[in-house]
């Protein structure tokens, strides 16, 4: 097995790719150990200290490290976890499935076509590009014209994720929805 890494834009975070699935569909962030407890390849990740979070994307795994380490003292023990899980033919996820993404909203409220709109857009051009660096961005709310959004995996905490998302989605949103004030960042 063979496993490609890639830098992200967040320093702290590396992206590896092991060449086959890692969730099928949906993905799974994991922001310590503890929440870490229903994947065993995010546990056995998390044994390799210096870890802080573990995202899990479609055919990826996302890691990040504390600013204490370095990528040239931990990146060959979390190949190495990443290689021993796939190997062992052990579930990425023990029960349930990976989080689709966006929370659960009321769907048959007066703002019930904005949000589907804001949806869409973030499936069709946010989330796919966000990807592409590691990450994942999901819907959380819409209040008097304020989106919500959850920044996770590479993009939580990424020195350019404000620019991201003021710059970026703020403008792509408020370009097709002129509903849209502004967007905000939240935690989970």
């Keep these: 097995m063979f496993i490609q890494t890639e830098s992200t834009p967040n320093p702290a975070t590396l992206k590896f790719l092991p060449g086959q699935s890692v969730l099928g569909n949906g993905t799974a962030d994991f922001t310590d150990a503890e929440s870490a407890a229903r994947s065993p390849l995010a546990r056995r990740i998390f044994a390799v200290p210096g870890v802080t979070a573990v995202f899990l994307g479609s055919d990826f795994v996302t890691v990040t490290k504390s600013d204490d380490v370095l990528w040239e003292h931990i990146k060959p023990a979390i190949l190495?976890?990443?290689?021993?899980?796939?190997?062992s033919g052990q579930p990425?996820?023990?029960?349930?499935?990976?989080?689709?993404?966006?929370?659960?909203?009321?769907?048959?409220?007066?703002?019930?076509e904005i949000i589907r709109q804001i949806k869409e857009?973030?499936?069709?051009?946010?989330?796919?590009?966000?990807?592409?660096?590691?990450?994942?961005?999901?819907?959380?709310?819409?209040d008097r014209g304020i989106v919500y959004l959850h920044m996770q995996g590479a993009c939580a905490g990424c020195p350019s994720s404000t620019l991201t998302l003021k710059m970026g989605i703020e403008n792509l949103l408020r370009h097709y929805i002129p509903e849209v004030i502004e967007v905000r960042p939240v935690a989970a």
Excluded: K, N, W, Y
């Design 80 to 87: 190495g976890a990443i290689m021993e899980h796939f190997q």
């Design 92 to 112: 990425v996820m023990d029960e349930g499935q990976a989080e689709s993404g966006h929370v659960q909203t009321d769907e048959s409220g007066p703002d019930a």
């Design 121 to 142: 857009l973030l499936d069709t051009r946010v989330r796919p590009a966000v990807a592409q660096d590691g990450g994942d961005i999901t819907f959380h709310g819409f």
